[in-house]
């Protein structure tokens, strides 16, 4: 049989295992572990979130393909409040359906100043802002904004659907027929010349 001082001295060792299981508990359950692991559950919600919302986003019914050259004026006409959505922008000369970008290019979107006009100004010079002119012809750019101009125009074509090009005043818009392929210059970085049907 053990003796008193031992029997007291398992005892009192028994009692501090227990109070260091509690204390560890209380480590685990500490205000900043909870509140970081709040913050942690909140991140996992925000993109789980934002993962099924782009796939609802994919989900819009496609619209059919719009082909065709384009005036300043008939461009504006495409900047997402129209009801079936559609949002066009031009680029040097060229007219992209960035639809599928709706939400930064229409209405409420960060670019939505692009929703329908021409950005190409504003794309090289790194502002928010599109040109309020009939139609910009760029003359006035210096070479690394024309050179900025054509980077963004080959993300464009990569991106989005090529719809057309935009018209200067006076010029004749090309009639595309449904066998016809996309024939486009990319070297110039202005819309090439095509054949009137």
Do not use: C
Not at 25 to 53: D, G
Not at 109 to 124: E, H, I, Q, V
Not at 145 to 152: A, H, L, N, P, Q
């Amino acid at each position: 049989m053990a003796s008193a001082p031992e029997t007291k001295a398992a005892e009192a060792e028994n009692i501090g295992e227990a109070s260091g299981f509690v204390n560890d508990i209380f480590k685990i359950y500490s205000p900043v572990n909870l509140l970081l692991t709040a913050f942690i559950f909140f991140l996992a919600y925000k993109i789980y979130s934002k993962f099924t919302k782009s796939s609802a986003d994919a989900s819009v019914v496609e619209l059919p393909k719009l082909r065709k050259d384009m005036t300043v004026a008939e461009l504006r006409q495409y900047d997402g409040t129209q009801p079936d959505g559609r949002v066009l922008v031009a680029v040097n000369g060229w007219i992209f359906d960035v639809t599928r970008g709706r939400r930064f290019y229409g209405p409420g979107g960060p670019y939505a100043a692009f929703g329908g006009k021409d950005a190409s100004r504003g794309l090289a010079t790194f502002s928010v802002t599109s040109s309020d002119k009939e139609y910009d012809d760029l003359s006035d750019l210096n070479s690394m904004e024309m050179e900025s101009v054509k980077e963004w125009e080959a993300q464009f074509r990569e991106k989005y659907d090529l719809v057309g090009r935009l018209l200067k005043p006076g010029e004749e818009p090309t009639n595309y027929s449904d066998e016809e392929p996309e024939d486009t210059d990319h070297s110039s970085g202005t819309p090439t010349d095509k054949k009137q049907d």
